[in-house]
Every structure is written in C-alpha cells, then in structure tokens.
C-alpha cells in the first residue's frame, strides 16, 4: 500500500520532457457531435468518425474535407484500414466497407444469425487478424453509450465481403471493449463486468482462457516495447480517476484524470488522452508524466500518429487537434 501511495504522489509530479506546438483544427460547442475515432488511411491522409455517422478526412496540415458516405445516422465506433479496403463499425450491428480503388460504399446489418442475435448490439471494435478474416466485438448498444444495461457481450468473426458472421465467444454478463493480435498469432480481448477486467486469449480465434485480472475497466489495450500495455478507468465513473499499467503487473492509478481512452507512443513515451480534457505523457521509465495544457475543453476519445513527433487529436465538440512535440 505504502509503495502504491509514493507512486500516485509521482504521478502528480509533472515533468518538462518535451515542449510542443498545438494546433486547434477544429473546436464546436458542447452540444455539437463527437468525434470518436481517427485512422490513418495514407500518408498524409486520415479519417476521422463519431456521433450520427459524422465521417471527415484530415491530412496531415489539418485540412479537413467531408467524406461522402451511405450515413444511416448510427454512431461511428471505429475505422481499420487494410489493404484496399477500410472497415466501419457503428453502434448497432452495421458494418460499412469502402473500396479505395473502386471508390465504392458497401454496407450490412446483421441482425439475427446462429448463437446470437446482434440486434440493439453495437460493434465496438475491429481488428484485421493475421488469417485473412475481422474480428469484431462489443456487446448491447446502450453500454457504449454510458447507460447501465445487461452487457450481452460478444466476439465474432466476418470475411472481408462482409457475408458471413460467426460468434466465437459471449457471455451476458460481460462487455467486451477491445482487441489485440500478437505477432505469434494470438488474440487478448479486454471483458468487463461492472467492476473489473479479465484479459482473455485465444491461440486459435474459438477456444478462449481466462488470464489476467485487472481492477476497473481496460478501454483499450496494445503492444509495444515487447509488452502489453493498457489503459483505461478505475471504475465506471469515467471522470474520476484514470488507469494505465502493463499485463501481470502493477497498475499506476491517476487520480482526477478520467478515463483514459486511447493511447500510443511519441518519441519513446507513451501518450494517452482523457476523459477530464487531458492530454498526458507517461514515462514509465521515470514514473512520471506531463500535462498538455492550452487544448479545447473537451473530452478527448482517441489518438493517431502522423509521424514520430507528430499526432493527431479528435474528441467531443467536433474537437481536432493536431500537435508536433520538440525535445
């Protein structure tokens, strides 16, 4: 407990590891759409989704365009690029792909199929595995959208035409956040139960085992510098105290943060925005992290690389920002 204590009081101790340029791209008012998720399509080409099926391209000046699209005004979870096509998950069991090269929109809702219905269920996250095929999981739509619901959650797998889908794990007491594929080929999903997290894994995309437990809610998790890292909240409140930590160890709490929604990595520190209008730089070597200040007053939900210095910021109030960090 002791030890626990000296690091939350480091935690509150920010340090000047890089100096850096914002730039405002867009900020709207409280009542106006979030902006949930941000992929890099290209080089210098980025899409940006969220509420009411809001889909806007960015480059990496900041000039943003919109991006016509079949919109039937359901939120835009997530977007993953691969290959020629890009992949749009919503929150209630419609699935957008669009062709690059033939510059063309498909769209399918699944509601009833084999071992579940995925009626009033939202797809929450989306990863391109390593055989060819998406996974795709979540659970009912009302949880994504902060109301206290019966969690029905559920991981599944779809070809890339988007005709069939197959359920390869459920529970109803569970809320399944977000995925991640190893090199090695197995698959972590982060499960959520109203109170903490169970990191499971697959070797085979069917069967699945229980592995690490983690004290509140794993919003997302990822790899790098050869572990598994994640981050989220200390319980359902998401404006009180944020998380972060690596699998099987320790988690550092943040107190007053809020969720930390998203992460990556900058200049060899890890990034992460938040719920409490924070942008924060952790560096797990020093235990310690910086606050970026003079950004929007908004929720921030998710972060993207546009170089090693350089990234790109979306969250609530139509907010963008994009912001190149200096040593």
Known sequence: MKQQIQLIILLL???NIFGQNIQVVSQGIE?????????????????VAGECGILKKIDSLGNVSSQKFPNEGLDILKIVKKENYIFIITNNALIYRYDIQKKIFIKKIFIKKIFINFKNK???DIIALQNGK??????TTGI??????????????LDYDLEEIKTVWKSYR????????????????????GLNTRIIRTENYIDWEKETKI???????????????????RSIHFRKNGIIGMKDKKQLVLNKMGCLWSMDVILGKIISVTANCKLIIFDKNKVKIEQIKNLPPFTFYDIEKISESKIIIVGHGKSICIIDFWK
């Open 134 to 139: 998406l996974m795709v999981c979540g659970g």
């Open 13 to 15: 101790f920010y340090s």
């Open 215 to 233: 004290k509140g809610l794993v919003h997302e998790i990822t790899f790098f510098d050869n572990n598994v890292w994640y981050v989220g909240a």
């Open 122 to 124: 939202c797809f929450y």
């Open 31 to 47: 009542s106006d759409s979030s902006f949930y998720h941000i992929e890099k399509i290209n080089e210098n080409e980025f899409w």
């Open 174 to 193: 569970l809320f399944v956040w977000s995925l991640l594929e190893l090199e090695n080929g197995n698959v972590l999903a982060s499960t959520f139960n």
């Open 144 to 157: 994504a959208n902060g109301k206290k619901k019966i969690p029905n959650g559920y991981i599944a797998i």
